[in-house]
């Protein structure tokens, strides 16, 4: 999609600190980190958000879930714990409106959140 940021990070017009890459996945350090480790998994497809998710990509919402816990284990955070977060829309915090899961870890989280 044109005007979207991390459309843009993974057609490689803006750079990113990548993790993991495949065909259908692209894993990156947030440029603005609120833990130790704090992951985006995006899927290389435009999806806006949860609001938009159709069986179809059922397969997909899969693969980055469990890619998210392969990367906390390579982390060395999947003993203690880790969070994971999909925001959707204004309530939710989401401010770029393409899918994408946080791993956050490597301290403790609180809850409830904020
Ligand atoms: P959300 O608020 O759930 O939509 O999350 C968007 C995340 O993208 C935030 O945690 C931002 O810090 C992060 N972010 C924004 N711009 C970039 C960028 N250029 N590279 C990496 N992460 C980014
Ligand atoms: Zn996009």
Do not use: K
């Given at each position: 999609m044109a005007d979207c940021l991390f459309c843009k990070i993974i057609a490689r017009d803006?750079?990113?600190s990548n993790v993991y890459e495949?065909?259908?996945i692209l894993a990156f350090?947030?440029?603005?980190?609120?833990?130790?480790?704090?992951v985006l998994v995006v899927t290389k497809?435009?999806?806006s958000s949860l609001n938009d998710l159709s069986p179809e990509d059922d397969q997909i919402v899969g693969e980055l879930v469990r890619r998210a816990a392969a990367i906390a284990k390579e982390r060395g955070i999947s003993t203690n714990g880790f969070r994971t977060v999909f925001?959707?829309?204004r309530d939710g915090g989401q401010t770029v409106p393409?899918?994408?899961?946080?791993l956050?870890?490597?301290r403790g989280m609180h809850w409830p959140p904020g």
């Open positions: 803006i750079p990113a495949d065909d259908r350090n947030d440029i603005n980190p609120q833990a130790p480790t704090h497809r435009h999806i925001n959707t829309n393409h899918i994408h899961l946080h956050l870890g490597g």
